[in-house]
């Protein structure tokens, strides 16, 4: 690694430019640590940490990396603030068991995914630019959460990604809010196996799936948001909002027009359907 910590407490790591290395920085049980203004390239990872709790990583430009630009596993209460990290082949930012901290002000372009939670929950995720991100065909959304519960997710641009602007998988209870998802591959807005979240005045538009889709998740709420496809000569083929198999969700007060259908149902159970605006 460039940098190796290793059992130590409120180290500052700055204005190290670092290329190459397995990990550029490398965080083994190290509360407190401060990595700002730092640039890292080329790395495996470019910070990799285990096991690190209070981290604050901000203002590094991390980029093209051969995995990710950011991994952090088994930390609380760590800030990443202010990076830009572009062109990192996997993740920009990967997180695994990181709960109550804040993602805010990134920029995570042109990788596989830009921002991945795994099993992350009580987090702040906000104010982040995830475009671009088709390196890799296997993932290619701009966020991704799985088994990931709590999260307020907000304010966040998820633009001409490969597949789905946001994929929520096996995760429950988290708030969407106030997110652009435009000009994606897959779906603006997707929802798979994933129970009681919120997603509101959210704007989903000219993707090529459906702008908000929800497949077998219950219990969520669609509000406020706009699904459309403005820009698409003939109109997208498919919905605004689509549910397939899903039961007792609200959709309420959304705007939906320029699709193949405003709101479509498909084998759900219980769902209720109020104070849309549905144009074509």
């Not at 993707?207 to 997208?236: K, Q």
């Amino acid at each position: 690694s460039g940098i190796l910590l290793d059992g130590v407490v409120e180290t500052v790591i700055n204005n190290t430019h670092i290329s190459g290395c397995s990990n550029g920085v490398y965080i083994s049980n190290s509360d407190l640590t401060v990595v700002t203004n730092n640039t890292i390239s080329s790395c495996l990872n470019g910070i990799y940490s285990y096991s690190a709790d209070y981290l604050v990583i901000s203002v590094n430009d991390i980029s093209e990396n051969i995995n990710n630009g950011i991994e952090l596993s088994g930390s609380i209460g760590s800030s990443v603030a202010n990076n830009t990290c572009v062109g990192n082949a996997q993740n920009g930012i990967r997180v695994d068991s990181f709960n109550n901290g804040f993602i805010v002000n990134n920029t995570f372009n042109e990788a596989g995914t830009g921002i991945f939670l795994s099993t992350s929950s009580d987090n702040v995720v906000a104010n982040n630019n995830c475009s671009l991100n088709t390196a890799n065909p296997d993932f290619n959304y701009g966020i991704w959460l799985t088994s990931s519960y709590r999260n307020k997710i907000t304010n966040n641009t998820c633009d001409q990604n490969g597949k789905s602007g946001f994929y929520l998988e096996s995760s429950n209870e988290n708030t969407l809010s106030n997110n652009n998802c435009s000009i994606n591959g897959g779906h603006g807005i997707f929802l798979m196996y994933s129970n009681d979240n919120i997603i509101e005045n959210s704007t989903c538009l000219d993707n090529t799936g459906d702008g908000i889709r929800l497949t077998i998740s219950h219990r969520n709420e669609l509000v406020n948001n706009t699904c459309a496809s403005p820009n698409m000569f003939y109109g997208s083929i498919n919905a605004g909002i689509y549910l397939e198999g899903a039961d007792h969700n609200i959709i309420a007060n959304n705007t939906c027009y320029n699709n193949g259908d405003g709101i479509h149902i498909y084998s759900g159970e219980y769902n209720t359907v109020s104070g849309n605006n549905l144009s074509y």
